[in-house]
């Protein structure tokens, strides 16, 4: 191999290794953040339990949905993509909202 060719592929392997070190900072973020929406989805969560509220909301779903498509389109991401995290994550806020209802149900019920 030419010191030429080395040369540049040392240069193209020091780029993606740092490009790769800013991806792995954006998953952490990613991850820190999802943590946080959570946390908020499980007070949600409760307190729906805590006045018989339905755990899932169609309507704020769907209107949720348009604006995350409108906001990746303008972002340069796929609204199809968006559309599935977002059908994703709601999925799993409202198992745990049924299961804060479940467990609600539970306390409710006197000890024998």
């Known amino acids: 191999m030419a010191h030429h060719e080395q040369?540049?592929?040392?240069r193209a392997l020091e780029t993606l290794y740092g490009i790769r070190?800013?991806?792995d900072n954006i998953d952490a973020a990613l991850v820190h953040l999802l943590a946080e929406r959570f946390k908020f989805t499980?007070?949600?969560?409760?307190?729906?339990?805590?006045?018989?509220?339905?755990?899932?909301?169609p309507e704020r779903e769907?209107?949720?949905?348009?604006?995350?498509?409108?906001?990746?389109?303008?972002?340069?991401?796929d609204p199809e993509f968006a559309e599935?995290?977002?059908?994703?994550?709601?999925?799993e806020v409202i198992h745990?909202?049924?299961?804060?209802?479940?467990?609600?149900?539970?306390?409710?019920v006197p000890e024998p």
């Open 42 to 57: 499980q007070t949600v969560g409760r307190l729906k339990a805590e006045h018989g509220l339905p755990a899932a909301d």
């Open 7 to 10: 040369d540049d592929q040392t």
């Open 21 to 23: 070190e800013s991806i």
């Open 62 to 77: 769907k209107q949720q949905i348009e604006r995350l498509r409108v906001l990746a389109a303008e972002s340069h991401l």
């Open 84 to 91: 599935k995290w977002f059908n994703f994550v709601v999925a």
């Open 96 to 108: 745990h909202h049924l299961e804060a209802g479940a467990e609600g149900e539970e306390r409710e």
